[in-house]
Structures are given as C-alpha cells and as structure tokens.
C-alpha cells in the first residue's frame, strides 16, 4: 500500500486543495476500535510516514487558514484562522491571551500581538489540552509570560497519547497520531481544579471548567464587562463539533456546558467557537438543539443493539447533513463520534 495523498502533496497549494480530504477524515481516529485501528496502521508499517511527518503535515494544514482579525469590544481582540480563535485582553496590566494556534502559526500570531501595543503578555491560558489551541505554550512561556490551564490540561499534556486516529488514507484505512508528552517548557505554571478569576485591564475574566465534554480538560472564559464568552471546541458553530473520547468527551457533557452558555448569555452576547465564525445565542441555540437530536437518534440505534458501522448505514443524519456536515466533521463521522461518546 502507498500513501500516495502525503506523498504527492508537496506545495502548498496542494496542501490546500487535499485539505477537504484531510479534514474531513482528520478525526476518525476515535471512531473505530483500537484493534481496526492498529491492524490499519500495520497495513502502513512498511511505508507510511513517520508519526512526525503526519504531524507536521496536520499542523501545516491547519496553517494554511488565514488569519482574521475582529474587534470584540474596546480592550478585546480575536484572531480567528490557523487552529481556532484566540482572544486576547489588551491594556496597560498587559496582555491576557487564550489559546495559541498551531506552532507554524507563532509568526503571524507574534506579528499580531505585537500590533496591538508594547505590553507584554502576562497570562496565556489553554481552553483545553488539544495542539491546535497549546501549540505555542513553549513560545509564550520563554516571552515571560505564565501559562494557565485547568488542572487536567496539564495531565493530559503530560501523557503519551494515541490521538484515536487522525487521519485517513486514500484507501479509506485509519492511521493513528501519536502524541509524546509536551516538555516541560511548554506545560502550564499554574493550574485550577473549578474556576479561576483574574482580574486586569478594567476586566473580569472568569476561567469556568465543565464536566467532560469536548474532552475533559475544557474550560470557557467569560470576559463579564465586555460581554463575551469564548467557548473554544465546546462550540463549533456551524458544523458538527469533534468530540475526543479518547480524553474524556461526552456529547451529554457538551449539551450541558451549551445549557450553562445559554444561561450566562444574553442576546447581545458575542461566543467565540473553537472553530467556525463568530456565534451569539442563535447560533449556539441551534447547535444545541442539533446535539439533542443526534444524541437521541443514535442512542436509539444503539439501543436497538446495532453497531456503530450498522448506525452510520442507517443515515440517521441525512436530513441534517446539509447544514452540519460541511466543515471539519462529516455525517458519517459525526454518527460514529456520537455513538462512541454516549
Ligand atoms: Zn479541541
């Protein structure tokens, strides 16, 4: 077998135009069985990349985005493009940031922070511990700057982790992305088992950890005089979300950190998504009631004792799929990532 997709994507415009195969099988990982899984990735043993070159490749993937900027409030910026949104709190306490691109990114994020005035960055905090948002954690740390992250953040980075498979060869077979521990440089400093307030810049920032969701390690931030509320990947607003139960997530723990949104939130209310355009209660209201729905479909076909391959034939999202299932997470994927996360 050849993996022949890798291979012969080397500029990076092909980079750009194989990005929907890339995407849309990116997260298959966690959707078959760990024994599917290995017996695929044995397929490639001879010839498949290395664990770097996949990597490297899905960071520069994400890198081909560009980068979007969008006032929020006076003191509040967000940068949205290579590997979700990142929000960043300016003024004369400094520079509060959350989350950080992928590590190719670090250029375009430096030259965009630096944009916004001379201070210096004094906290950067993690949404979660997925390398699209902690990428750059090591740059911000050697700037001087503490790194901030709920306790589980810290733990997960510090594990060796199979990223339930990644990608997906042109042949349909699963390889999986393995993660070493992050080092010790790019950990967080200081961490926080429920909630964390840091108060600067005229603003209240309230870091709030929910119950497993998106993966267990997820928090919001909630900047309370500006008015908004950065959901990260507990938001995909748009497309159906990922959910890694390779590190916890639960789609019911997703429903109900949208619920706790939904409460905090009012109709003028900006929600930052972790990927997706900028949201307010509408939006999250939809995905929502989108979530609700696939968590009932699914449930009764599990119940009903089929499998998880037997679920995606019944096409129990064909009339969803139109709307939800033209971003990062096809119908397909999204009946497997349901019935796994239940
Ligand atoms: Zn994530």
Redesign the pocket.
Known sequence: MEFTFLQKQTTRRDILRGSVTLAGSAFLAHLFPATLLHASAAGYAQQSPSQADLLAYMRDWFNTFPMETQKLADNVTMFDGPG?AVVVLNGPDGKFVVDSFVAPAWPRLKVALDGLGDAPVQYLIDS?W?F??TDNNAHFRAAGATVLAHENTKKRMSEPHDLPVLLRAPDGALIGLHFDPSPAAALPQQTFSDSYKLQANGETLTLQHVAPA??DTDIYVYFQNANVIQM??LFFNGMYP?I?PGTGGKITGLIAASDRILSLADNDTKIVA?HGPLGNKTDLMKARDMLVTSRDRVQKLKSEGKSALEAVAEKPFADLDPVWGRGIINGDQWVQIVYLTL
Request: aromatic residues 8%; negative net charge.
């Open positions: 979700g979660h997925h699209d948002h998106h993966t990260a990947d990922y890694d972790g």
